[in-house]
């Protein structure tokens, strides 16, 4: 049985990318002058935004499940009930 979990590969995923565009503009960066253009430092505070903010996933589910599944919400309340009657 693995211990992947979905959110994590997901979460490495994205972070993967981030440090694959930042690469990208650090070795563009050795043939074009960025000093003059603001575009870039827009970009590496957005990537930046992006990987401490920005799918956090498990929080994001875990508060979709609720809809998703809303069968689940109805066991727990059953057996809430089941459990303060006994």
């Not at 253009?37 to 827009?42: G, I, V």
């Amino acid at each position: 049985m693995s211990n992947f979990d979905p959110n994590a590969i997901l979460r490495g995923a994205q972070l993967t990318i981030i440090v694959a565009v930042k690469v990208f503009l650090w070795i563009a960066s050795i043939f074009v002058n960025f000093n003059a253009a603001t575009w870039d430092d827009q970009l590496v505070g957005g990537l930046d935004f992006v990987a401490n903010s920005v799918l956090q996933l498990p929080l994001f589910l875990m508060s979709l499940m609720r809809y998703i599944t809303p069968a689940l919400d109805h066991m727990y309340e059953l057996s809430k009930a089941v459990f303060v009657c006994s």
